[in-house]
């Protein structure tokens, strides 16, 4: 059974953005096929929690690849957008400096597909953080569907 939403996405305004692309560059390394971040909907500091966005695009490098005929986001680039959702929140709102690479990935499910043309929610929330270290709950969501959750550990590299 799915765990319960870290956060009411009825709450906000889903079209509506307060950073996109070029202003998510300073504080996320990754850039060009590896940028999973699109976009930042929501954030709330006083709860540590971010709500981003990936848009699956059809010109995207793991369409033609995984799953011929039947193209599906893979699996493992939900857990790098909430990877990157978390330290962007890090790096934006705690302000840790350097960089952030995530170290473990626990409690993954995968609960439904993403294909090119959807957009992939992703809520991160906060647990625990320090000057170095953070670990966050992740859940992905497509038309209001959760997809994906994890727990995600990160520091400071």
Same mark, same amino acid.
């Given at each position: 059974m799915a765990s319960e939403p870290l956060f009411d996405l009825g709450s906000i305004d889903l079209s509506k953005s307060i950073m996109r @692309?070029?202003? #998510?560059?300073?504080?996320? $390394?990754?850039? /060009?096929?590896m940028r999973m971040l699109d976009r930042v909907i929501h954030c709330e500091e006083p709860l540590d929690l971010l709500v981003g966005a990936k848009l699956a695009r059809a010109d995207?490098?793991?369409? $033609?690849?995984?799953?011929? /005929?039947?193209?599906?986001?893979? @699996? %493992?680039l939900m857990i790098e957008t909430a990877a990157q959702a978390s330290s962007f929140y890090?790096?934006?709102?705690?302000? #840790?400096?350097? =960089?952030?690479? =995530?170290?473990?990935?626990?409690?993954? &499910?995968?609960? @439904?597909?993403? %294909? $090119? @043309?959807?957009?992939?929610? %992703? #809520? &991160?929330?906060?647990?625990?953080?320090?000057a170095r270290r953070f670990v966050s709950l992740n859940q992905g969501f497509v038309k209001g569907k959760m997809v994906f959750e994890a727990q995600i550990t990160g520091m400071t590299l």
């Open positions: @692309g070029a202003e #998510i560059d300073p504080y996320l $390394p990754q850039c /060009g096929d995207e490098f793991w369409v $033609p690849g995984h799953i011929p /005929g039947r193209p599906l986001f893979p @699996g %493992v890090m790096k934006r709102y705690v302000g #840790i400096e350097g =960089f952030l690479g =995530f170290i473990r990935c626990t409690d993954v &499910s995968f609960r @439904g597909q993403v %294909v $090119p @043309g959807e957009e992939f929610i %992703v #809520i &991160s929330k906060l647990t625990a953080r320090n």
